[in-house]
């Protein structure tokens, strides 16, 4: 039974889903962004959590960008402009950062500076919250996040219409509780706001597990593979927010999330392979991040709802 089939008689889709065939032009893009990383090593700027700041600079250097990391509003918004995008967490915060997030989104909003948010975390505490909120107004690019993120934003941003109210279990953490099938009408409505106020009016929602998806808010895409190791080692999910916003220094929103969750994909396939537990995995990971090629990228499992 082929991936699709599979997924289709499974529960992870309620939806019937069709594989991309390998010459679609979408795979194309994906290759050739691939290659664009290795041969332009972008730089991606990350206000990040102080957990897992080293693994998303590393995991950036790996795919082949380069990192730089700040907390002081000044540093991000004088490097915003020379950076093909920033990159904020707020898994991690302190009492400052309200402030600081308000003008540094303030800023790469009114310069146009294309931004990744991954909302870790989202719907613990009232100072996380006031800042998510606060993105309303000065909106990322690209939101990466797993399905209980998603469905938190959502809900922060009032974005559902008043009768279809997704059932959700709400946040226990940085780990998600609700499943990406429940997260695909959030995911979708949260692009077509992002893409609304995008001045080049697009823009993506990219929601991690087991099956990753990714929307512009009209395609969903469905990206099974990948490894369950990518939960035993902390910051799967915020590495992959910083390397989304490496490759959205070379690509439009839709052709980086894509891009970058595909990597993630195989990259931690052959991990898997080569290691013996979370330690060896992460460190078999950062490697098959640098050696993986943008042909393998291109081709890995890609379904169309
Ligand atoms: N059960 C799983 N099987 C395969 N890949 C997974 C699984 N869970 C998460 N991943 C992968 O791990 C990475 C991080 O996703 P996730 O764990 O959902 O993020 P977060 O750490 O933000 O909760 C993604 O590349 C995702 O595809
Ligand atoms: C454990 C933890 N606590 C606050 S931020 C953080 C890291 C979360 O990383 P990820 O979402 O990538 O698993
Ligand atoms: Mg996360």
Known sequence: MSTVDNLNNSNESSV???EVGADD??????????????????????????VTINLVANAQLAAG?????SFLPNDITSLAEQCGATYINVGTLLP???DALQEISEHLSRHQCQWV????AAGIGVARTEILKGFKDYPPTIVRSNASEALALHDMWDLAEEDSSE????????????????????????????A?????????????????????????FRLPGGSAMMTKITGAGCSLGGVTATYLAVADPLVAALSASMLYNVASQIAQRHSHGPGSFQVEFLDALWNVTPEEIAAAPLLLA
């Open 16 to 18: 019937s889903l069709r």
């Open 117 to 120: 948010l991954d909302p870790v």
């Open 196 to 220: 609304q106020h995008s001045p080049t009016h697009t823009a993506a929602v990219a929601v991690s597990g087991a099956v990753d998806l990714v929307t512009d808010g009209k395609r969903v």
């Open 65 to 69: 960008g380069t990192a730089a990391m």
């Open 167 to 194: 059932e959700h279990q709400g946040p226990a953490g940085v780990e998600s509780v609700d499943s990406v099938d429940q997260a695909i009408g959030a995911a979708k409505d949260i692009a077509n706001y992002l």
């Open 25 to 50: 032009p979408i795979r194309e893009q994906i290759r050739q962004v691939a290659t664009a990383v290795r041969e332009q090593t972008p730089l991606a700027q990350s206000f990040t959590n102080f």
């Open 96 to 98: 400052f950062y309200r």
